[in-house]
């Protein structure tokens, strides 16, 4: 058996966990400094263009830059879908432009959110998924026969 044994360990693999696990008060000692630069300035650039938009402290503790919930994801789907039909500016770019296969992707999107969380929503979020998805797909319709 030795020889069968040593013959699977040969053709196995070892698996060695790299993550680095950070206390938040240990977290200004143990994190490299150098990686930090490279992830915020996109975020900044972003939030600069905008004069709206909510600042990102990347050293925050984490929760402060806002709670995410579902209503707030069926909100930001909704203001993608948006700016796919042209009814918002890009936020980046701050121009206009028509994409419909994109909006079409974000109502369809929102439909299958819908659908596959039927029974699982509180009435307020079961409505507000609702009544956006109505607005999207009346809007898309209007773009789509202006075009």
Known sequence: MAKDEDEHESRGFKVQDRRRFVDADDRSAAAPEAAEPAREEPVQAAAATSPDAPSFDADAEPGTFGEMSFSTFV???????LMHLGEI?????????????????????????????????????????????YDLRMRYVEVARNR
């Not at 909100?75 to 879908?81: N, P």
């Not at 121009?95 to 959110?113: E, F, R, S, T, W």
Request: glycine share 8%.
């Open 89 to 133: 500016p890009d936020p980046v770019h701050n121009d206009v432009h028509h994409d419909l296969p994109a909006a079409k992707q974000m109502i369809d999107l929102l439909g299958i959110l819908r659908d596959k969380t039927k029974g699982n929503l509180d009435p307020t979020e079961e409505q507000l998924l609702g009544e956006m998805l």
């Open 75 to 81: 909100m930001g789907l909704t203001t993608q879908a």
